[in-house]
């Protein structure tokens, strides 16, 4: 609402520097794992609403599940993106349309991926694990986690999202998508031998594959060798509106279809490696996983894929993943923009500014989450954290813009370490058992671990 004028006042704090503010103290923070501390230490200073300025605009953070609610429900706070990833991914996304257009595009994308969806693609996700596990882990004495993970989660976005398979244009995508990554959070300069022209143009490239894609499947579902549940673009391809018109114009379908590899790969393969890093020192909740898991294999044949109804019985490994999650969120936070004045908490935010929201204020709240900085998933088994309040547990956002890919997130988490800890024990290579954020958390040298075989896959 907007607030009476002279009623409501910037909120305290200092807009730091002029352009670079108070940006690089952040990244610097977030390279050194200190981001917590940096955005704790705002709020203890200036308390739950203040100012501050990051990536070239003004910007209040705010604290707390009621200001967090006010962050996630607002409608004139629309989402906003770094420049550097409005340009590589495009303006016309789910990440950057608002109101009704929003609507339309998450509805489609909904229509993947929503659950009675995915639980026909975990046989397919089941098939692309065991693969992986047989030829990059099996018979190995070590490995390095964080490259292996993220192949693996991009194997099976590419799946299911274009219905790729292994091949050579798999592997290029691969490629281009490992360069727009590096990109996204760049100063976005279009110079020569920068990350941010490198990731422009691999995202040109990209954008080329799948429209390729995109091309071959309309013709295939024309001829009735594709159904709408082939994959992503087969489906976006078959929705229509109410006058019959494609309910997404080709565009549409490439760039939200990349912008759903890029939100869904990198985020998945941290939580996989961190569980990887985490399960290493906890014998306790390791044992407790792998007896979930012989459990559940007890009852499948030789062979058998897992299916929807045994990622049903993996209560305790989903609540180990969301520990996880809580201590070590791959969304740091994000960024809102107002598009009118708005009043929180008697704080004026006006039109124009940035929001910021971080995890992190709410995951590590004593008051919220008991002994916030121990790792206990049984914190997410029994109801007491499902009895925090509302907007407190931030992993996947919340709102009308929680993430799409929540429950496809869970269920390649869920079949992943079903066959990790069935078939494997595992150490840590590195003594120092830190990581950075870059801005998204990568462990020190991408974890290597100490492998030895337990079961043959
Ligand atoms: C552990 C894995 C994942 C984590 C931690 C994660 C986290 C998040 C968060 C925090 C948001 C909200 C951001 C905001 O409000 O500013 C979000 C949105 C989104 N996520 Fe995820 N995500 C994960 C997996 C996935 C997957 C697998 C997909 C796609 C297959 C995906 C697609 C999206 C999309 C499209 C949005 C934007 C939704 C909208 O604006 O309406 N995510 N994700």
Same mark, same amino acid.
């Given at each position: 609402k907007k607030p009476r004028p002279g009623t409501a006042k910037l909120p305290p704090g200092s807009l730091g520097l002029p352009v670079i503010g108070q940006s690089l103290s952040l990244l610097r923070a977030m390279r050194a794992n200190t981001a917590e501390r940096w955005v704790q230490d705002r709020v203890d200073r200036y308390g739950a609403v203040s100012k501050l300025s990051l990536f070239g605009a003004p910007t209040v953070l705010l604290a707390g599940p009621a200001a967090n609610k006010f962050v996630f429900f607002n409608s004139a706070l629309p989402s906003q993106q770094p420049r550097s990833a409005q340009r590589i991914l495009g303006d016309k996304t789910i990440l950057e349309l608002m109101g009704a257009d929003h609507r339309r595009i998450r509805g489609a994308l909904a229509e993947f991926l929503k659950p009675d969806m995915l639980r026909l693609y975990v046989g397919k996700i089941d098939g692309e694990v065991r693969r992986h596990l047989g030829e990059r882990w099996a018979g190995r004495r070590t490995v390095t986690v964080m490259p292996l993970m993220k192949r693996l989660t991009f194997d099976i976005i590419a799946l299911l999202l274009?219905?790729?398979?292994?091949?050579p244009l798999q592997d290029a995508l691969a490629d281009d998508l490992a360069r727009v990554m590096d990109g996204i959070?760049? *100063? @976005?300069v279009n110079l020569p031998f920068t990350a941010f022209r490198r990731s422009l143009k691999a995202s040109a490239r990209a954008r080329r594959i799948i429209a390729g894609i995109t091309r071959e499947t309309k013709a295939k579902l024309e001829r009735g060798e594709a159904a709408r549940s082939s994959d992503l673009i087969a489906c976006l391809l078959s929705l229509t509106d109410d006058t019959g018109a494609p309910l997404l114009s080709e565009d549409e379908i490439v760039d939200n279809s990349i912008v759903s590899l890029v939100a869904g790969q990198d985020t998945s393969s941290i939580l996989m490696t961190f569980m990887v890093r985490h399960l290493a020192g906890d014998p306790d909740t390791l044992a407790a996983m792998v007896r979930e898991h012989e459990e559940i294999a007890k009852s499948k044949g030789d062979g058998e894929a897992l299916s929807w109804d045994d990622l049903a019985k993996m209560k305790f490994t989903w609540s180990v993943a969301l520990e996880t999650l809580r201590l070590v969120?791959? *969304?740091?936070g994000s960024f809102r923009r107002a598009t009118q004045d708005l009043e929180f908490d008697g704080h004026l935010i006006p039109k124009g500014w940035q929001v910021f929201w971080a995890a992190s204020l709410t995951h590590r709240d004593a008051a919220i989450?008991?002994? @916030?900085d121990e790792f206990k998933p049984s914190r997410f088994e029994n109801q007491s954290a499902a009895a925090a309040p509302p907007c407190s547990f931030l992993a996947f956002g919340a709102g009308p813009r929680i993430c799409i890919g929540m429950e496809f997130a869970r269920i390649e988490t869920l079949v992943t370490m079903h066959y990790l800890v069935r078939w494997f024990r595992w150490k840590l290579c590195c003594k120092e058992d830190t990581f950075a954020r870059d801005p998204m958390p990568s462990p020190l040298h991408g974890l290597p671990i100490e492998l030895e075989q337990k079961a043959l896959p």
């Open positions: 274009f219905g790729l398979g292994r091949s959070w760049a *100063v @976005p969120p791959p *969304v740091f989450f008991h002994e @916030p």
